[in-house]
């Protein structure tokens, strides 16, 4: 377990994604690496930059307001 969570955040990192790596990795490690309808995740990358990687500017206007 140890060693995915190092991978994924050096994938974080080359990818340049807005993403708590921590948390995307206790919130499925809790929940048993299945999604919120309980099906199994097959591609957690995929995962990653399909639910958790929010656009920065995103970020910045929202700090902002």
């Known amino acids: 377990n140890s060693k995915l969570i190092i991978f994924g955040h050096t994938y974080i990192k080359e990818k340049n994604l807005n993403v ?3 948390r995307f990795f206790d919130y ?3 929940g048993g ?7 199994p ?3 957690w990358k995929q995962k990653m930059l399909a639910v958790w990687d929010k656009p920065k500017e995103k970020e910045q206007v929202k700090e902002f307001w």
């Open 20 to 22: 708590d790596g921590k």
């Open 28 to 30: 499925y490690s809790e």
């Open 33 to 39: 690496w299945k999604d919120r309808d309980g099906k």
């Open 41 to 43: 995740i097959r591609n």
